[in-house]
């Protein structure tokens, strides 16, 4: 069990050294069950450090869901060892929606796909003063098209490092 996760853990860094998005058209990857139910998009491969914090981080969500993939366990347990080693460090987890729905549904999906990210990093050790959750709702899209690529970038949690 061990080996895997350090072959996991090998795989996670070497992913880390990919090039960063540069082209708005991108899209992110996706993976979904045989059911298509619980479908979840891969960790950004983007995760070079900034102040202690991954820097341009997010974690991905299904449409209208606020549940965190297992694929993001791992990349939040990281985060959570960075926060913890700086005490003063206090980190806001943004929760992003895709622009459908209504802009009072969106702030609130947003705010438990801030608070399911919240509370994992407490699970992770983080004492929850160090973490903040806000909804920013549909407000900040990364991408703006309207399909489903743009869709994807745009269900997600980002860490944003300030008081």
């Not at 996760?5 to 860094?13: E, Q």
């Not at 997010?58 to 959570?80: L, R």
């Not at 895709?98 to 994992?120: F, I, M, T």
Request: hydrophobic share 35%; proline share 3%; charged share 25%.
């Amino acid at each position: 069990m061990k080996k895997i996760a350090v072959i996991l853990f090998s795989v996670m860094i070497a992913a880390c050294n990919s090039a960063p998005k540069k082209d708005d058209s991108q899209t992110s990857q996706a993976e979904t069950n045989h059911a298509g139910t619980a479908s979840s998009t891969s960790p950004n491969q983007n995760q070079t450090q900034d102040n202690g914090l991954a820097k341009d981080h997010s974690i991905y969500f299904d449409y209208a869901k606020a549940v965190v993939a297992p694929a993001y366990h791992e990349s939040i347990q990281s985060e959570a060892h960075l926060i913890k080693g700086d005490r003063s460090k206090v980190v806001t987890v943004e929760g992003n929606c895709d622009e459908r729905g209504s802009a009072e549904y969106n702030l609130g999906l947003g705010q438990r796909r801030a608070d399911a990210v919240k509370k994992l990093l407490v699970a992770a050790g983080v004492p929850g003063n160090q973490i903040k959750a806000a909804s920013l709702g549909k407000e900040k899209p990364r991408l703006t098209c309207h399909e489903e690529k743009c869709w994807k970038e745009n269900r997600r949690a980002d860490f944003v490092q300030g008081s």
